[in-house]
T-cell receptor, first 110, second 115 residues
């Protein structure tokens, strides 16, 4: 079946650093989504991307829909303590199937 | 209340017990979903209901039995579970299934431990 490879699996960073994570697949997707899950909560949508090459920002977050439609990345600039959590990518294919990455756990060192 | 509410938040059950998870959404959505979340793994879609009809069952063992009495409520009935079924069970809703993936709203989940 379809799979998304999300990397890195986890990140230990200092407050103020920039963060970058990505998802790749052998399959083409029509929509890329990025979610954040905080401890004890369900995932919350951060950014949705609908077109190849699209670059979208949400505050300090920026995500891009890869030109090949097989990948996407998420950048967080100037990280702050409340950025901790698990970030998930998800791709939706032409059959509206939503395929999820395994998540990137972000930990910020004080 | 607003959003998607799941109860209980935590559940510990023996392998011979029968329990139910409840999900309620106050968003006026027509599709509801059950997902299983295990550590360091992608979310696994279990069941999809669209306008109260089950439209997807992703080869889920029969010890998990969903019920959707109306568009606002979704249950997951559990019986004779195995320890490997321990996980976070997430409910989600959206306007309509098979569309608008950006429109998923998740509940906070039920942390299930099978002993």
């Amino acid at each position: 079946g379809q799979q998304l490879n999300q990397s890195p699996q986890s990140m230990f960073i200092q407050e103020g650093e920039d963060v970058s994570m990505n998802c790749t697949s052998s399959s083409i997707f029509n929509t890329w989504l990025w979610y954040k899950q905080e401890p004890g909560e369900g995932p919350v949508l951060l950014i949705a991307l609908y077109k190849a090459g699209e670059l979208t920002s949400n505050g300090r977050l920026t995500a891009q829909f890869g030109i090949t439609r097989k990948d996407s990345f998420l950048n967080i600039s100037a990280s702050i303590p409340s950025d901790v959590g698990i970030y998930f990518c998800a791709g939706q294919d032409s059959n509206y199937q939503l395929i999820w990455g395994a998540g990137t756990k972000l930990i910020i060192k004080p | 209340e607003t959003g998607v509410t799941q109860t209980p938040r935590h559940l510990v059950m023996g392998m011979t017990n029968k329990k139910s998870l409840k999900c309620e959404q106050h968003l006026g959505h027509n599709a509801m979903y059950w997902y299983k979340q295990s550590a360091k793994k992608p979310l696994e879609l279990m069941f999809v209901y669209n306008f109260k009809e089950q439209t997807e069952n992703n080869s889920v063992p029969s010890r998990f039995s969903p019920e959707c009495p109306n568009s606002s409520h979704l249950f997951l009935h559990l019986h004779t579970l195995q320890p490997e079924d321990s996980a976070l069970y997430l409910c989600a809703s959206s306007q309509e299934a098979k569309k608008n993936a950006y429109g998923y709203t998740f509940g906070s989940g039920t942390r299930l431990t099978v002993v």
